[in-house]
């Protein structure tokens, strides 16, 4: 019973790292860099504990 979870979440990390994956692709293939800096610098910001830039 214990390998099958462990099996099951180990199927369901790397399919959500696909996933991720394939989002992160879109928004690169649709994404000038400098709107890309800015919105990862906007989302660091709103991180809790992250510190300020």
């Known amino acids: ?12 990390a790397s399919a959500e790292a ?3 994956d394939r989002a992160l692709q ?3 293939a649709h ?4 709107h890309l800096i800015a919105a990862v ?3 660091l ?5 992250a510190a300020p830039c």
């Open 41 to 43: 610098g906007h989302a």
């Open 1 to 12: 019973m214990e390998l099958a979870v462990h099996r099951a979440l180990a199927e369901h």
């Open 26 to 28: 879109d928004l690169l």
């Open 18 to 20: 696909d996933r991720l």
């Open 31 to 34: 994404t000038t860099p400098a």
């Open 45 to 49: 910001t709103r991180i809790s504990g």
